[in-house]
């Protein structure tokens, strides 16, 4: 088994380094017994790296690690917390609708607390009841989707805002919440959706948690629930091509908040790519490459259609 995990940060911030979000996929290292790859995908406030840069680096990375690495899809499993739960979902949207015979599909995907919707108010984010007991907060958001969302793509469009625009995933996905988060609301709606939809989807809720427990578990005091939370996935993962993930089930974990801890490390993996298309909307990275990864099969000019 393989994973490769995508840190958060809103798409503006943070990294794959191992002092930056290092601890989390160590943790799910250790629960999953397998290695877990970091992708140091570009950032938004890096030139000309709006969306889909982050799509595209994701998608080469997953075709790396497929067909250099030689990894089965059935023993493949993406992971995001946060902006990189959006990137997963993404890219589990893009590899079930656009890549049938190119790029298999992975065994299951690993939602941290995603970000599902980039069409909130910012302003109203700011009154959530929740906003005392969490750290994300509408400023944050407001810069992020101006770095992120291109001026001639509505923040509501699929690949950006995955609640309102649930699919037949035919990946199992995990979901993991906080019911101290601003965004819970979003995670159980998602949920209850997508399964509507026919996805098999699990959604562990952790009481009392703020947003990302996955990756700041450890500097907000529940080092012990995400370690039950890594425990949660990795049984998921086990049973995901099996009869034993349900089309929904939610699992319930309590917490109690503090501020101590310390960020740990592990080690990250770097991917880049170029060019991608979305709904006829062009967008190029002029940025050098940092690796030789390209994505193949998809012709001279590394060009991917949506």
Request: proline share 6%; charged share 20%.
């Amino acid at each position: 088994m393989v994973v490769i995990h995508f840190h958060g940060g809103a798409y503006v911030l943070g990294g794959a380094r191992q002092m930056e979000s290092g601890w989390g996929p160590e943790v799910l290292s250790k629960r999953m017994g397998c290695p877990v790859l970091q992708v140091q995908y570009r950032l938004a406030i890096e030139p000309n790296s709006c969306f889909p840069a982050a799509v595209q680096d994701g998608i080469t990375a997953y075709n790396y690690v497929l067909k250099t690495l030689g990894v089965k899809p059935e023993n493949f499993v993406l992971s995001g917390e946060s902006a990189g739960g959006n990137l997963v979902l993404a890219m589990l949207r893009y590899l079930s609708t656009y890549c049938k015979g190119i790029l298999p599909l992975p065994r299951a995907g690993l939602c941290w607390s995603p970000w599902l919707d980039m069409t909130v108010d910012t302003k109203a984010l700011d009154k959530h009841p929740s906003v005392t007991t969490d750290y994300v907060f509408g400023s944050l958001i407001a810069w992020a989707k101006r770095c992120y969302i291109p001026t001639d793509l509505s923040p509501g469009h699929p690949y950006l805002s995955p609640l309102g625009n649930e699919f037949d995933c035919p990946v199992p996905i995990f979901v993991q919440t906080g019911t101290a988060e601003v965004l819970y609301e979003d995670h159980v709606l998602f949920a209850e959706r997508m399964k509507e939809k026919g996805c098999k989807i699990e959604l562990l809720e952790i009481e009392n948690a703020p947003h990302d427990t996955f990756g700041a578990g450890i500097i907000l005091g529940f080092a012990k629930e995400a370690e039950n939370a890594a425990d949660q996935a990795a049984k998921f993962v086990r049973e995901a091509s099996g009869e034993g993930v349900s089309n929904m089930a939610i699992n319930h974990l309590k917490g109690k908040l503090n501020t101590q801890g310390s960020f740990n490390g592990c080690k990250s993996s770097l991917a880049r790519f170029t060019k991608l298309d979305i709904d006829n909307h062009e967008y190029t990275s002029t940025r050098p490459q940092r690796s030789h990864w390209k994505l193949a099969e998809q012709g001279a000019n590394n060009h991917l259609n949506i």
